[in-house]
């Protein structure tokens, strides 16, 4: 069964401090990874996206990372900011399924000053 | 500014009542998705569209109906046979092209009276 797990479930962090969220899954045949942001009350924005032979890729302070083979992926966000208070969502396109997506359900991010 | 839009941001139902969901787009995009967000689980996906005049069913799909006359609109019925109507609807759509991303609106937030 197709499946993204991700890790942990809410964080709280300090304004200025670093946090890595967790990504694991279970889906084949793999096509891309993407981790999505998605502020309270709004739909989630894309961030970066991972395919198979990538390993790591920036976005401004975001950060992902893929291993392919132990099918994890971690989001390291650096120097936090208030405006990173969101849920991130870890998402997993099924290849040849016409772009259809595994989502994981979300880490809750809380950055307090 | 190019984009998706759904209305209205909030929603009420009573009992026995359709409901009807706006998604407008123009973003010139072919492929357009419904999805139900609950808290603590990740997006499921109601019914997608690939091009106009045809739509699919997603994982679930019962309670629910779509139309696809129109390229940029794709509004979605939650109908009184949906016995959980309660949700955050979220509708995305996208370019065709294996690595392009779901672009998603800013929600229709639905309760029951």
């Known amino acids: 069964k197709n499946q993204v797990e991700q890790s942990p479930q809410s964080l709280i962090i300090l304004e200025g401090k670093n946090c890595t969220l967790q990504?694991?899954?279970?889906?084949?045949?793999?096509?891309?990874l993407r981790w999505y942001k998605q502020d309270t009350g709004r739909g989630p924005v894309s961030l970066t996206i991972?395919?198979?032979?990538?390993n790591t890729k920036s976005n401004g302070r975001y950060t992902a990372t893929l291993d392919a083979d132990t099918k994890q992926s971690s989001l390291h966000i650096t120097a936090s900011q208030l405006s990173d208070s969101a849920s991130y969502i870890c998402v997993v396109s099924v290849n040849n399924q016409g772009g259809k997506l595994i989502f994981g359900q979300g880490t809750e991010l809380s950055v307090k000053p | 500014d190019g984009g998706i839009t759904q209305s209205p941001k909030y929603l009420f139902r009573k009992e026995g009542q359709n409901v009807t969901l706006s998604c407008e787009q123009n973003l010139n995009h072919d492929a357009m998705y419904w999805y139900r967000q609950d808290p603590g689980q990740g997006l499921r996906l109601i019914y997608y569209?690939?091009?106009?005049?045809?739509?699919q069913k997603g994982d679930i799909a019962e309670g629910y109906s779509v139309s696809r006359e129109k390229k940029e609109s794709f509004p979605l019925t939650v109908t009184s046979a949906q016995k959980n109507p309660t949700a955050f609807y979220l509708c995305?759509?996208?370019?065709?092209?294996?690595?392009?991303?779901?672009?998603f609106g800013d929600g229709t937030r639905l309760s029951i009276l």
């Open positions: 995305a759509s996208r370019q065709q092209g294996r690595d392009q991303p779901q672009h």
């Open positions: 569209s690939q091009i106009v005049n045809d739509f």
């Open positions: 991972m395919t198979f032979s990538e």
């Open positions: 990504c694991n899954y279970t889906v084949s045949p793999f096509s891309n």
